[in-house]
T-cell receptor, first 113, second 107 residues
Framework: DTEVTQTPKHLVMGMTNKKSLKCEQH?????MYWYKQKAKKPPELMFV???????INESVPSRFSPECPNSSLLNLHLHALQPEDSALYLC????????????FGSGTQLSVL | DAKTTQPNSMESNEEEPVHLPCNHS???????IHWYRQLPSQGPEYVIH???SNVNNRMASLAIAEDRKSSTLILHRATLRDAAVYYC????????FGTGTRLKVLA
């Protein structure tokens, strides 16, 4: 199993809503990543988890709150988002931090109204 | 963060080789050179990586300049399925994507 599964695939939320994005992998990878991608732009790193601990936060606003409940799961909790936060949110994993290959999910397309 | 520079777009004819260049003049000795590609409506997928020597795999070849300040991804026979955005990345303890090259393959 070399898949990273992200749910939901699409999400529409209002600015006062609270929602969560979920990412799962069963490859035994110990590093997991959140990226944000605006249309026609490259992915931008948001967070890195290393052995279930947050190791990198790229100065992301606190309305994005990551969580890594165990080595297979990564969540991104969303609260009070702005319309400019609308984007494709990509999850990735690698065998170890800075490991050889990143495996990406297909992403969650988020629209904030 | 170390940066990469790539052309915004390139075109190739189907069945012909494609050479995608990348400049990374600020590379340090321990930075690996990675290439990923992103097909429409998908997450990026790994293509190839290397440190100093040229590398080959079933998808592509990676040619690395002797001074490591540039590299070239080579697709030996482009197909329509290879149309994607190709990203050259310097891997340190994190992966920072450059702007990428949008490859168009003409039938």
């Amino acid at each position: 199993d070399t898949e990273v599964t992200q749910t939901p695939k699409h999400l529409v939320m209002g600015m006062t809503n609270k929602k969560s994005l979920k990412c799962e992998q069963h490859m035994g990878h110990r590093a997991m990543y959140w990226y944000k991608q605006k249309a026609k732009k490259p992915p931008e790193l948001m967070f890195v988890y290393s052995y279930e601990k947050l190791s990198i936060n790229e100065s992301v606003p606190s309305r994005f709150s990551p969580e890594c409940p165990n080595s297979s799961l990564l969540n991104l909790h969303l609260h009070a988002l702005q319309p400019e936060d609308s984007a494709l949110y990509l999850c990735a994993s690698s065998r170890s931090p800075g490991g050889e290959k990143l495996f990406f999910g297909s992403g969650t397309q988020l629209s904030v109204l | 963060d170390a940066k990469t520079t790539q052309p915004n777009s390139m075109e190739s004819n189907e069945e012909e080789p494609v050479h995608l260049p990348c400049n990374h003049s600020t590379i340090s000795g321990t930075d690996y050179i990675h290439w990923y590609r992103q097909l429409p409506s998908q997450g990026p997928e790994y293509v190839i990586h290397g440190l100093t020597s040229n590398v080959n795999n079933r998808m592509a070849s990676l040619a690395i300049a002797e001074d490591r300040k540039s590299s070239t991804l080579i697709l030996h026979r482009a197909t329509l399925r290879d149309a994607a955005v190709y990203y050259c990345i310097l891997r340190t303890y994190k992966y920072i994507f450059g702007t990428g090259t949008r490859l168009k393959v003409l039938a």
